[in-house]
């Protein structure tokens, strides 16, 4: 075995420095990243965050407060993950006392289709739907909501805030039936008292 030539070792040392570096690099990006995606805890205060209808008429979040809110975020793809959860909902809501004491902040991620002429389109489909459900579907047009809360986009997304403003509980994706009763008796307790 021959050693290599000695301009062919500091190359192949810088190539394996190189990698090393870029490793560490894509390493901490990821943590980063990930730490970025964390909803918010159990206990935290809710970010007041802004969001608007189809129509342009914007919402501040802390002038919900007094009621407890469920916020329910997704896109066009991930709707359908939790309508279980909404369904009972709408059966939960059926009372004045409910209907009246719970605030539903439905909002769609349309950061996708924030450019002409995609954004009228979108504010259509969101009108349409609002018709459909019987309540405000509200728009996240550049993704600041999502940022606010920690969310991850592609996913249904799921916060219970109550009363005082704290979030009492937060998960991604399909709930299990027991996280579904979780949020219901969360609400019941928050309306009730």
């Known amino acids: 075995m021959q050693p290599c030539p000695p ?3 500091p190359r192949g040392v810088l190539a394996a420095r190189l990698r090393s570096v870029s490793s560490a690099a894509a390493l901490s990006l990821a943590l980063i990243s990930g730490a970025a995606l964390a909803l918010p805890s159990e206990g ?13 008429r914007a919402l ?3 002038a919900l407060q007094g009621k407890p809110i469920l916020i329910v975020y997704e896109d066009k793809d991930s709707k359908t993950q939790n309508q279980a959860l909404k369904d009972a909902l709408a059966k939960l809501t059926k009372g004045d006392r409910y209907r009246r004491g719970i605030a539903v902040a439905a909002i769609a991620d349309v950061s996708s289709y924030d450019f002409w002429p995609a954004r009228g389109f979108v504010k259509d489909a969101i009108r349409e739907e609002s018709k459909k459900v019987g309540g405000t579907i509200y728009c996240d047009w550049d993704g600041s909501f999502r940022a606010a809360y920690k969310l991850r986009r592609g996913v249904s997304n799921v916060v ?4 005082n403003g704290h979030v009492l509980f937060a998960a991604e994706g399909a709930l299990k039936p027991e996280s579904q009763s979780r949020v219901l008796e969360l609400l019941r307790k928050e309306v009730e008292g």
């Open 7 to 9: 301009a062919s070792r």
């Open 44 to 56: 935290d205060r809710a970010p007041n965050a802004r969001i608007e209808d189809a129509d342009g």
């Open 60 to 62: 501040q979040l802390k």
């Open 160 to 163: 219970v805030v109550g009363k």
